[in-house]
C-alpha cells in the first residue's frame, strides 16, 4: 500500500503552530516580477493539483496580482490557509487589500464584504495596517449607502420589483444608521406586498395575460380578504363565458358549462346567469348539441330572453328576418351564404330553397357588458392597491432618507474642522468617511490629517517607513510618522484645533466593537472555570457606556443597544461555524496520524499530533465562549423585550436551527418580544 505524502500534514502543521508563543514564520523569498504579457481570457487562475509550497503559493498570488486585486484575493483565501504562515497572509492579504480599495472601478459591496470576513479569519492580533483597515470599513460604509440609494431611486421611480431585486445585500447591513438598519426590513416588506400589484398594474395595461397571470398567483395572502383578488374571481367566470361562445367551445363538456355559470351566479347574481345559461344553450345547439342545450336550459333561463333568443335561432335557421341578439348574430356567420347544416336537416327542400341570410343584430352582448363592469371593478380595485402600496413604500423610503440625511451636530462640526485645517474639502465620499472612521476611533483632528495625508503617498512612505520602524498599534501615530518619514521636520506645523477629538457618541461601528468586547469577556469567565459576575441589562449598559467613554449626559439608546446585540450575535453564529468546521478538520488530522495514514510513528509525528492537539483545544475553547457568549446575547436581547423587535427573525431562526447550542435562550427571548 503506498503511504501518502506528509507534505499536506505539515503545511498544516505550519499554519496550526503559528499561535505558539515565541514562533515567527522565516521570511519568504520575494518572487521575481512576472515579464508583462497579455491579459489571459479567464479571471480565474488554474490552481495546481499538488499541495503548494510558501514559495510557489507567493508566486501564484504575485501573479495573479499583476492581472487584478479580485482573482489574486481569491487565490490566497482558495490556497494560502494551507500554505502560508498568519503574518505572511496578512502581509499579502494587506497589499492586496490595499490594491482593492485603489482600483479605478469601485469594488463590489460583496467584494470588500468577503475581504472583512478574511481578516476575521486570520483572528485578533493578526498585523492588519491599521489605516488599510480603517479605509476598509469606511469603504464598505460608503458602499453599503451608495446600494441604497440605488435601491431609493428604483423606488422612486415605481420600479418596485427592481428595487426588491436588489434589496438583498442591504441585510443585513453593517455600518448604515441604527434609524435605517431597524426601517430596512420593513421597508423590504412593503416591497414584497406591493410589487406584485404593481407588476399586475403593468401586464394588466399592456394586455400581457401570461404576466398578469404570474403576478396573480404572487399576490401575499395578507390581509384578507383581497378586493383585487375578489375582484379578478368575479371576472374570470365571464372571461371563460365569452370564450365559450367562440369556437373554442364547441367541445366543452356540459359539466364545465354548468360550473361557469355556478360562478357567475355567485358573482354576480342568477338574472345575468340565466340569461347566459340561455344564450350558451343557443350556442350549444348551433353546434348541433341539442341534447346538451336542452339539459342546460332546464336548470333554469330568463323567459323573456328566451323567447328573443329562440326567435332568434327560428330567423336564423328559415332564414329570415332581422336577428335581435347580439351574441346568436356573432354565433351565426354574418357573411354565410349557404344554409347551415341545421337548417338543411330541419326545413324541407323548398323551404330550405329560400333561405337568405339573416341581418346581423346591432349592440353589445351581455357577456361583454358584464365583463367590461368587472374589468372596470377590478381595475378600480388594482389601482387603488398600488396607490395605497406606494404610498406606504414611499413613506418608509421617505423616513430612510431623512435618517441618512440626519448628521448629528458634533461630527458635522469634527468634519469641518479637518476641511478647515486641509484648506480644502474632501475629494470623494470615500475620503470623508474615511476621516470619520478614524474620529470615530478616538483620533484628533491632526491624526486624521495624518491618516489621509499618509494614505495619499502610500505605498511608497509605508514601505520606507516599516523597513525601519516596528509596525505600530496606534493608527493615529503611525499616520504621523509616515507623513514624518516624507517631510522635513519644519514642515510638520500644528494644524488650527489639531488637537480637537469626536466627542464620544454611539456610533453603530463603535457600539459594536464594545458589545462584542462586553460579550467576550463575560463569557471568558464561563470557559475559564470562574463564577461570572450579573450581567442584566443594566449591567450591560453601564460596561457600554464605560468602554464607548461617554459622558454622564450623552443617551445610549435601547436601539442602539439592541442593534448592537444584534450584530455581534450575527457575526458570532458565523464564526461558530467556522469554529466547528475547523474542529472537524482537526478531529480527522489527528485520527489519520493514529491510525498510520502517513506512515509509521516516529518523533516527528509525535511532535505534530501534540501541536495538533493542542490547537484543538484552543478551537474548542473558543467555541465554547462563542456558545456562552451567543447564549448571553439572545438572554439580553429578551430582557428589553418588545424594543428588541428588528432581532426577532433571527431569533426565530436560532431557536429553530439544529445544532445551535444557544437555541433555548434564543426561543426564551423569542416569547419576552411576544414572538411565536
Same mark, same amino acid.
Given at each position: 500500500?503506498?503511504?501518502?505524502?506528509?507534505?499536506?500534514?505539515?503545511?498544516?502543521?505550519?499554519?496550526?503552530?503559528?499561535?505558539?508563543?515565541?514562533?515567527?514564520?522565516?521570511?519568504?523569498?520575494?518572487?521575481?516580477?512576472?515579464?508583462?504579457?497579455?491579459?489571459?481570457?479567464?479571471?480565474?487562475?488554474?490552481?495546481?493539483?499538488?499541495?503548494?509550497?510558501?514559495?510557489?503559493?507567493?508566486?501564484?498570488?504575485?501573479?495573479?496580482?499583476?492581472?487584478?486585486?479580485?482573482?489574486?484575493?481569491?487565490?490566497?483565501?482558495?490556497?494560502?490557509?494551507?500554505?502560508?504562515?498568519?503574518?505572511?497572509?496578512?502581509?499579502?492579504?494587506?497589499?492586496?487589500?490595499?490594491?482593492?480599495?485603489?482600483?479605478?472601478?469601485?469594488?463590489?459591496?460583496?467584494?470588500?464584504?468577503?475581504?472583512?470576513?478574511?481578516?476575521? &479569519?486570520?483572528?485578533?492580533?493578526?498585523?492588519?495596517?491599521?489605516?488599510?483597515?480603517?479605509?476598509?470599513?469606511?469603504?464598505?460604509?460608503?458602499?453599503?449607502?451608495?446600494?441604497?440609494?440605488?435601491?431609493?431611486?428604483?423606488?422612486?421611480?415605481?420600479?418596485?420589483?427592481?428595487?426588491?431585486?436588489?434589496?438583498?445585500?442591504?441585510?443585513?447591513?453593517?455600518?448604515?444608521?441604527?434609524?435605517?438598519?431597524?426601517?430596512?426590513?420593513? %421597508?423590504?416588506?412593503?416591497?414584497?406586498?406591493?410589487?406584485?400589484?404593481?407588476?399586475?398594474?403593468?401586464?394588466?395595461?399592456?394586455?400581457?395575460?401570461?404576466?398578469?397571470?404570474?403576478? %396573480?398567483?404572487?399576490?401575499?395572502?395578507?390581509?384578507?380578504?383581497?378586493?383585487?383578488?375578489?375582484?379578478?374571481?368575479?371576472?374570470?367566470?365571464?372571461?371563460?363565458?365569452?370564450?365559450?361562445?367562440?369556437?373554442? !367551445?364547441?367541445?366543452?363538456?356540459?359539466?364545465?358549462?354548468?360550473?361557469?355559470?355556478?360562478?357567475? /351566479?355567485?358573482?354576480?347574481?342568477?338574472?345575468?346567469?340565466?340569461?347566459?345559461?340561455?344564450?350558451?344553450?343557443?350556442?350549444?345547439?348551433?353546434?348541433?348539441?341539442?341534447?346538451?342545450?336542452?339539459?342546460?336550459?332546464?336548470? !333554469?333561463?330568463?323567459?323573456?330572453?328566451?323567447?328573443?333568443?329562440?326567435?332568434?335561432?327560428?330567423?336564423?335557421?328559415?332564414?329570415?328576418?332581422?336577428?335581435?341578439?347580439?351574441?346568436?348574430?356573432?354565433?351565426?356567420?354574418?357573411?354565410?351564404?349557404?344554409?347551415?347544416?341545421?337548417?338543411?336537416?330541419?326545413?324541407?327542400?323548398?323551404?330550405?330553397?329560400?333561405?337568405?341570410?339573416?341581418?346581423?343584430?346591432?349592440?353589445?352582448?351581455?357577456?361583454?357588458?358584464?365583463?367590461?363592469?368587472?374589468?372596470?371593478?377590478?381595475?378600480?380595485?388594482?389601482?387603488?392597491?398600488?396607490?395605497?402600496?406606494?404610498?406606504?413604500?414611499?413613506?418608509?423610503?421617505?423616513?430612510?432618507?431623512?435618517?441618512?440625511?440626519?448628521?448629528?451636530?458634533?461630527?458635522?462640526?469634527?468634519?469641518?474642522?479637518?476641511?478647515?485645517?486641509?484648506?480644502?474639502?474632501?475629494?470623494?465620499?470615500?475620503?470623508?468617511?474615511?476621516?470619520?472612521?478614524?474620529?470615530?476611533? !478616538?483620533?484628533?483632528?491632526?491624526?486624521?490629517?495624518?491618516?489621509?495625508?499618509?494614505?495619499?503617498?502610500?505605498?511608497?512612505?509605508?514601505?520606507? %517607513?516599516?523597513?525601519?520602524?516596528?509596525?505600530?498599534?496606534?493608527?493615529?501615530?503611525?499616520?504621523?510618522?509616515?507623513?514624518?518619514? &516624507?517631510?522635513?521636520?519644519?514642515?510638520?506645523?500644528?494644524?488650527?484645533?489639531?488637537?480637537?477629538?469626536?466627542?464620544?457618541?454611539?456610533?453603530?461601528?463603535?457600539?459594536?466593537?464594545?458589545?462584542?468586547?462586553?460579550?467576550?469577556?463575560?463569557?471568558?469567565?464561563?470557559?475559564?472555570?470562574?463564577?461570572?459576575?450579573?450581567?442584566?441589562?443594566?449591567?450591560?449598559?453601564?460596561?457600554?457606556?464605560?468602554?464607548?467613554?461617554?459622558?454622564?449626559?450623552?443617551?445610549?439608546?435601547?436601539?442602539?443597544?439592541?442593534?448592537?446585540?444584534?450584530?455581534?450575535?450575527?457575526?458570532?453564529?458565523?464564526?461558530?461555524?467556522?469554529?466547528?468546521?475547523?474542529? !472537524?478538520?482537526?478531529?480527522?488530522?489527528?485520527?489519520?496520524? /493514529?491510525?498510520?495514514?502517513?506512515?509509521?510513528?516516529?518523533?516527528?509525528?509525535?511532535?505534530?499530533?501534540?501541536?495538533?492537539?493542542?490547537?484543538?483545544?484552543?478551537?474548542?475553547?473558543?467555541?465554547?465562549?462563542?456558545?456562552?457568549?451567543?447564549?448571553?446575547?439572545?438572554?439580553?436581547?429578551?430582557?428589553?423585550?418588545?424594543?428588541?423587535?428588528?432581532?426577532?427573525?433571527?431569533?426565530?431562526?436560532?431557536?429553530?436551527?439544529?445544532?445551535?447550542?444557544?437555541?433555548?435562550?434564543?426561543?426564551?427571548?423569542?416569547?419576552?418580544?411576544?414572538?411565536?
Amino acid at each position: 500500500m503506498r503511504r501518502r505524502s506528509l507534505l499536506p500534514l505539515a503545511a498544516l502543521a505550519s499554519v496550526l503552530l503559528i499561535n505558539a508563543p515565541g514562533w515567527a514564520p522565516p521570511p519568504a523569498p520575494r518572487p521575481s516580477a512576472p515579464p508583462p504579457a497579455p491579459r489571459p481570457p479567464v479571471a480565474t487562475p488554474r490552481l495546481p493539483t499538488a499541495a503548494p509550497n510558501v514559495t510557489g503559493v507567493a508566486a501564484l498570488v504575485a501573479a495573479a496580482r499583476q492581472r487584478n486585486a479580485a482573482e489574486a484575493t481569491a487565490l490566497l483565501r482558495q490556497q494560502g490557509a494551507a500554505a502560508l504562515s498568519r503574518a505572511h497572509r496578512a502581509a499579502l492579504l494587506s497589499a492586496l487589500t490595499h490594491d482593492t480599495l485603489h482600483q479605478k472601478s469601485p469594488a463590489p459591496l460583496a467584494e470588500l464584504r468577503r475581504l472583512r470576513a478574511d481578516w476575521v &479569519g486570520l483572528g485578533p492580533g493578526s498585523g492588519a495596517d491599521p489605516i488599510v483597515a480603517m479605509q476598509l470599513e469606511a469603504t464598505e460604509a460608503v458602499a453599503e449607502r451608495l446600494h441604497l440609494a440605488a435601491v431609493l431611486d428604483l423606488i422612486a421611480a415605481g420600479r418596485f420589483a427592481d428595487a426588491l431585486d436588489r434589496f438583498e445585500p442591504l441585510e443585513p447591513s453593517r455600518y448604515l444608521p441604527v434609524a435605517v438598519a431597524r426601517a430596512l426590513p420593513e %421597508l423590504r416588506a412593503e416591497l414584497r406586498r406591493a410589487a406584485p400589484f404593481v407588476r399586475l398594474q403593468g401586464a394588466t395595461r399592456a394586455g400581457d395575460a401570461t404576466a398578469a397571470a404570474r403576478a %396573480l398567483s404572487e399576490l401575499p395572502d395578507e390581509p384578507k380578504p383581497l378586493a383585487v383578488t375578489r375582484a379578478d374571481e368575479a371576472r374570470l367566470p365571464l372571461v371563460l363565458a365569452r370564450a365559450t361562445f367562440g369556437d373554442g !367551445g364547441l367541445k366543452a363538456e356540459l359539466g364545465f358549462v354548468r360550473d361557469l355559470l355556478a360562478n357567475v /351566479e355567485k358573482h354576480h347574481g342568477a338574472a345575468l346567469a340565466r340569461q347566459l345559461r340561455t344564450e350558451l344553450a343557443a350556442r350549444l345547439f348551433l353546434a348541433g348539441r341539442a341534447a346538451d342545450a336542452t339539459a342546460l336550459v332546464g336548470d !333554469g333561463v330568463d323567459p323573456v330572453h328566451a323567447s328573443q333568443v329562440l326567435a332568434d335561432l327560428r330567423a336564423a335557421t328559415l332564414g329570415r328576418d332581422e336577428l335581435k341578439n347580439p351574441q346568436i348574430a356573432a354565433v351565426v356567420a354574418a357573411d354565410r351564404t349557404q344554409p347551415p347544416a341545421y337548417s338543411a336537416t330541419i326545413l324541407p327542400a323548398d323551404r330550405l330553397a329560400q333561405w337568405r341570410p339573416t341581418v346581423p343584430a346591432r349592440g353589445d352582448k351581455i357577456v361583454d357588458v358584464a365583463e367590461a363592469a368587472a374589468r372596470e371593478k377590478f381595475t378600480t380595485a388594482l389601482d387603488a392597491e398600488v396607490a395605497e402600496g406606494t404610498a406606504r413604500v414611499r413613506a418608509v423610503a421617505e423616513r430612510i432618507r431623512e435618517a441618512l440625511a440626519t448628521e448629528p451636530a458634533p461630527r458635522k462640526l469634527f468634519l469641518e474642522k479637518i476641511e478647515a485645517a486641509r484648506g480644502k474639502p474632501f475629494a470623494t465620499s470615500a475620503e470623508r468617511e474615511f476621516a470619520l472612521v478614524a474620529g470615530t476611533r !478616538g483620533h484628533t483632528v491632526a491624526e486624521v490629517i495624518g491618516v489621509l495625508a499618509g494614505e495619499s503617498d502610500r505605498p511608497a512612505a509605508a514601505v520606507r %517607513l516599516l523597513a525601519t520602524v516596528p509596525v505600530f498599534v496606534h493608527a493615529g501615530e503611525f499616520a504621523a510618522a509616515v507623513e514624518r518619514s &516624507g517631510r522635513a521636520p519644519a514642515g510638520f506645523a500644528a494644524y488650527p484645533a489639531g488637537g480637537d477629538k469626536l466627542p464620544p457618541g454611539c456610533d453603530r461601528s463603535r457600539v459594536r466593537e464594545a458589545v462584542h468586547a462586553a460579550l467576550h469577556a463575560q463569557a471568558g469567565h464561563t470557559v475559564s472555570g470562574r463564577e461570572p459576575p450579573p450581567f442584566a441589562r443594566s449591567e450591560f449598559e453601564a460596561g457600554l457606556r464605560e468602554r464607548l467613554k461617554l459622558p454622564s449626559g450623552e443617551p445610549l439608546g435601547a436601539a442602539e443597544c439592541v442593534q448592537g446585540l444584534l450584530d455581534v450575535c450575527r457575526d458570532g453564529a458565523a464564526e461558530y461555524a467556522q469554529l466547528l468546521e475547523a474542529f !472537524g478538520d482537526l478531529n480527522q488530522a489527528i485520527s489519520d496520524i /493514529e491510525r498510520g495514514v502517513y506512515g509509521r510513528a516516529n518523533a516527528a509525528l509525535k511532535e505534530l499530533e501534540t501541536a495538533l492537539k493542542l490547537r484543538r483545544l484552543s478551537v474548542l475553547a473558543d467555541k465554547k465562549r462563542r456558545e456562552v457568549g451567543l447564549a448571553v446575547g439572545c438572554r439580553l436581547l429578551g430582557a428589553y423585550g418588545p424594543e428588541a423587535a428588528p432581532a426577532r427573525d433571527w431569533l426565530r431562526a436560532q431557536s429553530e436551527g439544529a445544532g445551535t447550542p444557544w437555541g433555548a435562550s434564543a426561543a426564551d427571548a423569542l416569547e419576552k418580544l411576544g414572538a411565536k
